[in-house]
């Protein structure tokens, strides 16, 4: 007796994925018709991009485009106090990935103290590029004390890293680069990207083109706060400063700064550097924001009794007139943890 059709369905294409036919079970050339023909539309439906892409990360393809509105939404409700680098991010990202033909890969410089939220920019940029955010196989971090840490192998991470770019990039044109801890990096390190970041269609059959590198620096801090000081003792209010107010004063001194990573580099010297990004030391009602969302962001109900105990307990400088934290929001989650 015959198996009933749809096992004989399942054992054809049993059979056709394995190379051959079934030992048993008799199988009728109608059914034979309907099972190649079922495979085939199998096959075809399984290779479809969408269908695939659905279970494995694929690297964005030229259609492609990142929601500007949700990157908007994502630094308004995320990043604060930071007016200059919402607006210099987002008209930058948006700008690049909608341009149908970039003629050098985007590269943005974030300056500033720990805990103004350079790292957590750069987390949001990339979960608006790629669905997995910092955890995509087309995003790549580099801690310069974690892959660079001795002064002595400069060379052989100059080889490593202009070979893991070229590979990455191969794979994704979309790729997005991160280099954290910038001022620890050792001097002229960087400049082995440096044919990657300029001007060029192609280089050994690569174009880098569509590829992203943002470089988190310490460096500069000191030059920023100066700024946003002397605008708070002239009575001119935070949101006066402009970009043109730090950005040539940003590019000078990281490039004259020998614990900068870009002490005279060439990144600078070619204006490879799309936009030097600074990002303003914190004052005491930016904190509180932070802890509020931090709250919200773990489920609890807002205390705001719990706010002003735990933005109090944070350090401010300078020692006078106390405006800015000295670390930011960064320790905002461990201080959460007590209440």
Known sequence: MPPPPGLQLLLLLGALLAGGPPRSAALEPISVGIAIGAASALTGYLSYPGFYCGFVECCPGERDRPNGTALQLSLDTKLFGQHLAKEVILKALTGFVNNPNPKKPLTLSLHGWAGTGKNFVSQIVAENLHKAGLKSKFVHVFLS???????????????????????????????????????????????????????????????????????????????ITKVALDFWRSGRARKEIQLKDLEPVLSVGVFNNKNSGLWHSSLIDRNLIDFFIPFLPLEYKHVKMCIRAEIQSRGNQVDETVIQEVADEMTFFPKEERIYSVKGCKTVQTKLDFY
């Open 145 to 223: 004390t974690l892959h660079f840490p001795h002064d002595h192998e400069i060379k052989l991470y100059k080889d490593q890293l202009q070979r893991w770019i070229r590979g990455n990039v191969t794979a994704c044109a979309k790729s997005v680069f991160i280099f954290d801890e910038m001022d620890k990096l050792h001097p002229g390190l960087i400049d082995a990207i440096k044919p990657f970041l300029d001007y060029y269609e192609q280089i050994d059959g690569v174009s880098y083109r569509r590829a992203i590198f943002i470089f988190l620096s310490n460096a500069g801090g000191d030059l």
